[in-house]
């Protein structure tokens, strides 16, 4: 058995199929932790609470559970029917990138672009003067696009910074998380001046 220290909580409204998925994740090494509610309410519990780096959300094919869930904080989700194989790789996945976000020894300059201040090294964002709180989605977007202002990213190529590969995942994905950003950063977020819209081909970031 591997030793994982990560703590998974698994969510379905099927009791079967969350007690099937928790056999090949504790066989990972993982501790599954099998909450009795429903997975958008503990989307909304975890959210309120704190800063929460994973929530794997297994979504039906209703694309207002996929919208739902990547608003209320959901870092990927993954659309029924799916096989096993795919779920372990999707979560192994997740695990990846929230590794890889925890802070390195290399000192990273933080961006400040008028009232907006982005600390990689605490995982902050500021905007006029106020702390907000961004999912770890949320804010590997804006990352992605404050390091290279000016650059035109795609909706697949910002999967692809996100999640490593664009596999399984809708790119509209993306356009929720940008409006979120927006909603979150932008004095007017109906008149966006730090997040743009490049018409046919994607977003980039205020080059100042």
């Known amino acids: 058995m591997v030793e994982n220290s990560a703590r998974i909580l ?79 790789s999707r979560v192994k996945a997740v695990l990846r990138r929230a590794a890889l976000a925890q802070p390195e020894d290399q000192f990273e300059e933080a961006i400040h672009e008028g009232e907006l201040v982005i600390d990689f090294e605490r995982r902050q964002v500021t905007a006029r003067d106020e702390p907000v709180r961004l999912t770890y989605v949320e804010f590997e977007v804006l990352a992605a696009l404050a390091r290279n202002p000016g650059r035109v990213f795609s909706r697949t190529m910002l999967l692809e910074r996100v999640w490593g590969d664009s596999s399984y995942r809708d790119p509209r994905t993306i356009d929720v998380h940008i409006r979120h950003l927006r909603e979150k950063l932008e004095a007017e977020p109906k008149h966006p001046e730090l997040i743009l819209t490049v018409r046919g081909v994607g977003y980039r970031f205020q080059d100042t």
Do not use: H, N, W
């Open 10 to 88: 698994l969510v379905d409204d099927e009791q079967s199929i969350q007690t099937l998925l928790s056999y090949p994740l504790r066989k990972d090494g993982y501790e599954v932790v099998l909450p009795q509610l429903d997975g958008l309410e503990v989307c909304r519990r975890l959210r309120a609470r704190s800063a929460v780096p994973i929530i794997m959300l297994t979504a039906k094919s209703e694309e207002i559970d996929k919208v739902l869930g990547l608003e209320l904080g959901a870092d990927d989700y993954i659309t029924k029917p799916f096989s096993v194989r795919e779920f372990r």
